[in-house]
């Protein structure tokens, strides 16, 4: 093989696997949450990204991940987002935690 072809052929496969990885990088997940207090918020999770883009009362937030055993905790900007199995709570505003279902 010369190098001529071992270039065309790294090329192609350079392609190939962009192209296969795009999608993925597109992808994201928009979730529209009710809660026991009348709060209602959007939370997008984008694939390529640990953090949890909120929209609660009139304003957008952007949640860090936290690293426990349990759940998947979200916190910033006053707002705490706690994701489980069993339970979806927010906590914001100084408000108590209040349980959440998806709309």
């Known amino acids: 093989m010369n190098w001529r072809k071992a270039i065309i ?3 192609a496969l350079s392609a190939a696997g962009t192209l296969a990885v795009v999608p993925r990088a597109l ?15 959007i939370v997008a999770f984008y694939a390529y990204d640990t953090h949890a883009y909120v929209q609660i009362d009139g304003r957008a937030v952007t949640l860090t ?4 055993l349990l759940g ?9 987002l706690n994701i489980s ?12 935690v209040t349980a959440c279902e998806l709309i």
Do not use: N
């Open 65 to 68: 991940k936290r690293l426990v």
């Open 85 to 96: 199995k069993a339970a979806i709570t927010v906590r914001h505003a100084r408000r108590p």
């Open 27 to 41: 992808a994201q997940s928009f979730r529209t949450y009710r809660c026991g207090d009348g709060t209602q918020f």
């Open 9 to 11: 052929l790294a090329a």
């Open 72 to 80: 998947s905790p979200y916190s910033g900007g006053g707002v705490t």
